[in-house]
């Protein structure tokens, strides 16, 4: 739950497309048969589709249900949430057009990319997290197409509102319409820095912009550029800008969201200086 499971995409002699990073029982095979691109628990990189695919895999043959599944009959049904893993047809027409600034990056352009900031694209470990950068780029580079939001891809592809995101994170640090999703202990066990003293895998540090990430259980925690609340904070960011997280200290949940789709590498969204004005607000 900390990205550091060493599978952040598929082998590219698997055959696994872009598509088929759409649905479980396409690719979750080549995950089970694919020897970690480093030791689990030794280093962290981000898992972008996978997290997803693979803690799917895990809740279904715990519970039965997918967590797409759990989040409606869980999270969004009890607290009336505008939030869903595969995207109904009849809520269709309410989603707000997404569009790309600039277009999305190629294969070929990622590569040079990567190549450039000094990291060797022929070593297994490149070549996987060069394919699962390509698989995520083509994906969102039709952000409005009908498969994308239809399908079950937890990692990516939840489409909410602000308002709903920050509902859902108010219902883990306390009681809203009756409904608390985490009790106490959990929010402290799922805040705890689980990535602390982890590096990067191989070269891929040089990926590096700013400080970086710090995990707990399935959340990025307060960090430098990223602050959300300050310490004590977690939450996630996501493409486009996007960004939720709570502040149990505080009281604190909010979210903000965006019709835009990133293209490339970028640090911190100059859009989320309302953070640090909420941040002064609280505090005065």
Known sequence: MSHSAGLPGVEPESGVTA??????????????????????????????????SLLDAVVRRVSGKSIAKHLADDISGPLNLDFWIGLPLEEDKRVAPHFQPTPGLSGEQIAALLTAAGIDITTRLAKVVLLSLQHTGELISDPNGRPLRAAEMPAGNG??????????????????????????ETVDQ?????TAGMVPPGDLGKLQIGLPTQYGLGYQLSREGAEMMGPGSFGHDGAGGRIAFAHPESGVAAAFVANTMASGFIGPDPRWAWIDELRKAVAA
Do not use: F
Request: one cysteine or more.
């Open 19 to 52: 598509q088929d990073m759409l649905y479980l029982d396409r690719h979750i095979g080549a995950l089970e048969t694919m020897a970690p691109v480093w030791m689990p628990g030794a280093s962290c990189h981000y898992h972008p589709i996978t997290y997803g």
């Open 159 to 184: 489409v909410t509102n602000a308002a709903a995101l920050a509902k859902m994170y108010a219902a883990m640090i306390g009681e809203v319409d009756g409904v608390r999703l985490l009790k106490p």
């Open 190 to 194: 799922a805040r705890t820095v689980r």
